[in-house]
């Protein structure tokens, strides 16, 4: 989408949205609109009055969003990390509250950790997906005793460097 056309009446909405976060600018590569968070993009905006689309990076609910009728992995290679993409004919109304929740996983994956943790409520909404991380996976049981003791106790180090050095030390005296 070029400066010139028109835009679709959410897109203005999502943008608005996607430009609130910390150090976000947009650019016009390819004829679409892209909102970067520094150098890196974050989500992409296509379409005008006959449709909208959006591509954004969905780590966490990228298997979830791909279920739906109108996402789909993003092309030239990019849904194989994570990129999801979302078509709406016009006239058809546009899930926002999803919408808007891609938009801040994306942003939260691409961006720097310095500037995830300036989001209000960040580290409470980070916390909060790794509890349910860890919560998701099954807990794994040792195969032996023996093996669950070797694998609590830090390795040892071989005895010979250590000696050797003081050999060389000693030499050297």
Do not use: C, N
Request: zero cysteines.
């Amino acid at each position: 989408m070029t400066k010139d056309k028109k835009e679709h009446p959410h897109a203005i909405a999502l943008r608005e949205e996607a430009l609130s976060y910390p150090e976000t600018h947009e650019t016009f590569p390819w004829g679409h609109r892209v909102i970067k968070v520094r150098t890196k993009s974050f989500v992409f905006f296509g379409g005008d009055d006959d449709d909208f689309s959006l591509s954004v990076k969905l780590p966490e609910s990228g298997a979830a969003a791909l279920t739906l009728p109108f996402a789909e992995p993003t092309g030239y290679g990019l849904g194989k990390s994570g990129w999801v993409s979302a078509r709406f004919p016009a006239g058809k109304p546009l899930p926002l509250p999803i919408l808007r929740a891609w938009i801040d996983e994306s942003y939260r994956a691409i961006a720097p950790k310095t500037l995830v943790a300036k989001l209000d409520g960040a580290s409470s909404k980070l916390a909060s997906k790794l509890a349910s991380k860890l919560a998701s996976k099954p807990a794994s049981k040792p195969a032996s005793k023996s093996a669950s003791k070797s694998a609590s106790k830090p390795a040892a180090k071989p005895a010979s460097k250590p000696a050797a050095k003081r050999t060389r030390r000693s030499q050297a005296e």
